[in-house]
Structure formats: C-alpha cells, structure tokens
C-alpha cells in the first residue's frame, strides 16, 4: 500500500519543473500500489520523462488509452482533429487512421460514432503494438503510410485522418525536453517546413478515398495556406477548421 501522506512528492515535482505538481502527486499515488512503485514513478517523472508515460495512460476525447514509452503522447488540439473527422463519420463508414501513433484519433471516432469500420498504420512498431491495446488488433497494420493498408480499402476509405509530423526540423530544438528527449523524433520531425510527410499523404489520397471521402490532417495555423495548396493541386475540394479553444488546426481535402 501507498502511505497516506506524502508532502514530499509535491516539493519533488515542483523543483523538476512540474508546473501542475499537485494534480501530478494526486495521479502517481493513485497509480502506484505501493511505496516503492511510487518512488520509482516520481523518480521517472522527474528525470524528465513524459506523465503520461509513467501512468501507462493518457485520456483523449473523454477516453482513457494506454500509452507506452517510446510512443508519441497525442495532445489535447488533436482532439480538435477527432471532432472535425467525427462530424464527417456516418455509421458504417470506413475510416483510416495514419500515422496513429496510440491509436487515439481511432478510438475516440470509433467511440463517437457507431457501427464505423476503424482501421489505423503507423510505420513505427513500437506505436502499432500499443495501438492494439486500445483498438480491434487485426485492424491495426505495420507499415509506410499507404503502404501498410489492405488493397481492399483502395478506392473505399469515407474518412482519412493524420496526426503526422509536422514540426520544422529547425524548431525541434525548442520543443520542451519531455517532448524532443523522450517522444520519437519520427513523430515530430516533418522535414524544413513541416510538410515533408503531408505532401505524401496528400498525394495519395485521391486514390484511397471513396467519392465524396475526405482527408483531414492537422497542421500548425501558420503551415495551413502551404498545406490547403498541396490539397488543392491533388484535385480535392480544400477547406481550413480552426478552433481558438483547442488551439488547432485542421486542413480538410474532399474528393469531388
């Protein structure tokens, strides 16, 4: 058992550099099972290592997922891209998460909208296991973008969304240390303007899509005009969402 009182996890947390030191004692005690297990958690999370890493849990869109080390953290603006994709997800659509990491945008549409066919890739095995955990695990696939999905969705996905990479390779040096130390750097690099992996989704959707199935992919507000243009060449009716509560953007493309 984990002892009652424990003033001292609070003053560790703060003098790491926790701004939310409270609720982070409050969650590492009600994790941990035992003294030792706590002291090993505070011990993680003060090296610098991701909260939600050392819980084994992240909560997105109302959900609770699990999440491992080694695997991106999804933020609480892409919840902002899950809506914009719930919106557009009748029942019974067929619906591909790329690049989905924990399988959270997946999950929460999955969640959201009854009887849709949910599939998810990532290139990164790490992530595709632990996507398994929170998603049916035969629709989970290994593999480069497209290259991962069954020839069977060619031409027949409703719904296509990607969280992919795109932080600059110049602004990863800035991003806090949780983040560029501990997240993989596949997951944040999008290459010198952040759109190195959107032009190949971009570029490959009008082939995956059924018609009048969309594409939404979440860029920084400063890479929507650039990202709406790649939409744009590749034939597809672009749109931008954006939302000052989430602090996001989203570039939607939809096949005519």
């Keep these: 058992m984990v002892s009652a009182h424990r003033p001292d996890l609070v003053a560790t947390l703060r003098a790491a550099g926790c701004v939310f030191a409270e609720d982070e004692a409050r969650l590492l005690r009600e994790t941990a099972r035992t003294d030792a297990e706590l002291d090993r958690f ?5 090296s610098g290592e991701p909260l939600e890493h050392v819980l084994g849990r992240v909560s997105f869109c109302g959900l609770t997922l699990v999440i491992r080390p080694g695997v991106f953290v999804p933020r609480r603006r892409t919840e902002f891209l899950a ?5 557009l997800t009748a029942p019974g659509a067929t619906v591909v998460d790329l690049c989905c990491g924990c399988g959270a945008v997946a999950a929460a549409l999955a969640a959201a909208v009854g009887g849709c066919e949910v599939h998810a890739a990532d290139v ?5 296991g632990c996507a398994r955990l929170n998603l049916p695990p035969h629709r ?3 593999g480069d973008l497209y290259d991962a999905l069954p020839a069977r969705l060619y031409g027949h996905v409703d719904v296509l969304v990607a969280n992919a990479p795109y932080v600059p390779t110049g602004q990863i040096a800035s991003m806090p240390r949780e983040a560029r130390c501990r997240e993989p750097r596949h997951a944040l ?6 759109l190195d992996v959107h032009r190949r989704l971009v570029a490959g959707a ?3 899509l059924a018609p009048g199935g ?4 979440e860029v920084a507000a400063q890479q929507a005009a650039a990202a709406t243009d790649l939409v744009t060449r590749m034939g597809l009716q672009a749109r931008i969402r954006s939302s000052e509560e989430f602090d996001a953007t989203v570039v939607v493309g939809t096949r005519r």
Aim: net charge negative.
């Design 42 to 46: 505070v011990a993680r999370r003060v």
């Design 140 to 142: 989970v696939f290994d």
């Design 124 to 128: 990164d095995p790490v992530a595709t």
């Design 189 to 194: 690099d999008g290459g010198t303007d952040g």
């Design 206 to 208: 009008p082939h995956w």
């Design 214 to 217: 969309a594409l939404l992919v």
């Design 83 to 87: 809506h914009c994709a719930a919106e």
